[in-house]
C-alpha cells in the first residue's frame, strides 16, 4: 500500500468534497479516501500495483480541480 496527497486549489463547496470521495473510492486500487475540505487536501491510500499516484491525481484533474502538489 502507498499513501498520496493532494493539495489543490481550494474546495468551494461541500459538494464537491463528495464528488472526489466517489470517484476515488470507485477507481480500482484505492483503498481509503479522506477529502479534507478546509486546507484543500486529498489524502489516497492505494494499491499502487494496481493504480499510480499520477492516475489518481488525473482522476481529480479530469473532475475540474486543479492539483497543484502530489506528496
Same mark, same amino acid.
Given at each position: 500500500?502507498? =499513501?498520496?496527497?493532494?493539495?489543490?486549489?481550494?474546495?468551494?463547496?461541500?459538494?464537491?468534497?463528495?464528488?472526489?470521495?466517489?470517484?476515488?473510492?470507485?477507481? =480500482?486500487?484505492?483503498?481509503?479516501?479522506?477529502?479534507?475540505?478546509?486546507?484543500?487536501?486529498?489524502?489516497?491510500?492505494? =494499491?499502487?500495483?494496481?493504480?499510480?499516484?499520477?492516475?489518481?491525481?488525473?482522476?481529480?484533474? =479530469?473532475?475540474?480541480?486543479?492539483?497543484?502538489?502530489?506528496?
Amino acid at each position: 500500500m502507498k =499513501n498520496i496527497t493532494l493539495q489543490l486549489e481550494q474546495l468551494t463547496c461541500p459538494s464537491c468534497v463528495k464528488k472526489i470521495e466517489t470517484a476515488l473510492t470507485n477507481a =480500482n486500487g484505492v483503498n481509503e479516501v479522506k477529502v479534507l475540505f478546509t486546507s484543500s487536501k486529498v489524502k489516497v491510500s492505494f =494499491n499502487d500495483e494496481v493504480v499510480s499516484g499520477e492516475e489518481i491525481a488525473k482522476i481529480v484533474h =479530469n473532475l475540474g480541480f486543479d492539483v497543484l502538489s502530489t506528496k
